[in-house]
């Protein structure tokens, strides 16, 4: 099987010669296997590995994005951030939340806000045609995920993102209670940020010629061991949306999936309600995001994808453990419905090896360079 056709038919559970996997990490992790492998580009090394899936993204074509010096660069919406080096690898903190002081509607004459057209949406169906034989997805995950193709000049923002996206240019705190009590400036940004985003969106998948196999979504409802929102809340404020994404989606041919970290069990069976396809990513640490208490509670509903956690089992667990989890999502769901990968980017705390033990272990990882 292609790596489209192995994706395609594990979503709908229709048999596999192999789990499709995925490939997220830091950039730091990404050079780190280029070197470990003897490859060179990030291309060389998902086919290396042996990952199914590919990204595509309008290009940014907007008002450049100002460098302040010191690491500290602009964003879309004028948020700035800098450059931090951490444990694990390098992750961007926020210096400057444009939206932290608007207090009232009136402020957002005064804050910088994106527009459809700083998007260039007209080479997607040529970025698709250049991945042939792999399964093409729609969206952003992210600027440390080597996913993405080199060469924009700015990222594109993640959709929905209304929990995540929001913190960035208001606070987290300010976000999650501006969500909870329905804050009027709150639910101005994120009807503004639903209508820039759907727009630029269908603008894109309008341009892939249906090429386009996956909507990839992304948002923010999990901690550790709950929901960061009630299923309430949920339903009052954010369903609405999401059952419009998931919508255009399809509507243009795609299976859809959304990014998740944490445990958002609670939610599954809304999302399925929705009609979401994948659950991307799934913690297993998380409460309740046990693979094998996913599986029996919502097989054959949803598709899984991620599953192999960053807190134990890849940082800490032998080469041997790592092969035997993968071992037991391919029991477990022999004719598909799980796309084996990361519960999130790859760290600088686990082992090279461990990594490819786990692509060794779905069964994607060539010897060498064909």
């Given at each position: ?11 709908r559970y229709?048999?596999?010669?192999r789990?499709p ?8 992790v ?32 907007g008002?450049p ?13 004028g ?9 694990c ?5 926020m ?12 402020g ?12 260039d ?6 970025d ?11 969206g ?21 993102d ?13 976000a ?7 804050d ?14 759907m ?18 979504l ?10 960061l ?18 919508g ?12 998740m970290c ?10 399925i ?19 094998e208490?996913l ?33 037991l999502?391919?029991?477990l769901f ?7 990968g ?23 990882l ?5």
């Amino acid at each position: 099987m292609t790596g489209r056709e192995r994706f395609l038919s594990c979503v709908r559970y229709g048999g596999v010669d192999r789990p499709p996997c995925s490939f997220s990490a830091t950039w730091a992790v990404a050079r780190s296997l280029m070197a470990a492998l003897g490859v060179d580009g990030h291309e060389p090394l998902l086919r290396r590995l042996g990952v199914d899936m590919r990204f595509v993204s309008p290009r940014y074509v907007g008002p450049p994005l100002r460098d302040f010096g010191g690491g500290v660069a602009e964003g879309l919406w004028g948020e700035r951030s800098r450059a931090v080096m951490g444990p694990c690898g390098e992750f961007r903190e926020m210096t400057h939340m444009p939206y932290a002081g608007v207090d009232d509607l009136r402020g957002f004459a005064e804050v910088r806000f994106p527009s459809p057209d700083w998007f260039d949406c007209s080479r997607i169906a040529e970025d698709a045609d250049e991945l042939g034989g792999h399964a093409v997805a729609l969206g952003y995950q992210g600027a440390s995920n080597p996913y993405g193709r080199p060469g924009y000049s700015a990222p594109v923002p993640a959709a929905p993102d209304y929990i995540n996206g929001p913190a960035r240019l208001m606070g987290r705190e300010r976000a999650l209670v501006g969500l909870a009590l329905r804050d009027p400036v709150y639910m101005e940004l994120m009807d503004r940020k639903h209508e820039l985003l759907m727009a630029v969106y269908e603008r894109a998948l309008k341009a892939g010629k249906g090429k386009v196999d996956a909507l990839f979504l992304a948002d923010d409802l999990g901690g550790q061991e709950a929901t960061l929102i009630s299923p309430e809340t949920f339903d009052g404020t954010l369903a609405g949306r999401y059952r419009d994404f998931i919508g255009l989606g399809h509507r243009y041919g795609a299976v859809v999936m959304m990014h998740m970290c944490g445990s958002v069990r609670a939610l599954l069976p809304r999302l399925i309600g929705l009609g979401l396809d994948v659950l991307d990513v799934v913690q297993p640490e998380a409460g309740g995001m046990g693979i094998e208490s996913l599986r029996e509670a919502f097989h054959g509903r949803i598709a899984f994808s991620g599953t192999m956690g960053l807190q134990r089992t890849l940082p800490f667990g032998t080469e041997d453990e790592v092969r035997g989890e993968v071992g037991l999502r391919r029991r477990l769901f022999p004719e598909g419905g799980i796309i084996i990968g990361p519960s999130n980017n790859l760290q600088g705390d686990i082992p090279i090896g461990n990594i490819l033990a786990m692509y060794g272990a779905v069964g994607g990882l060539k010897a060498d360079m064909d």
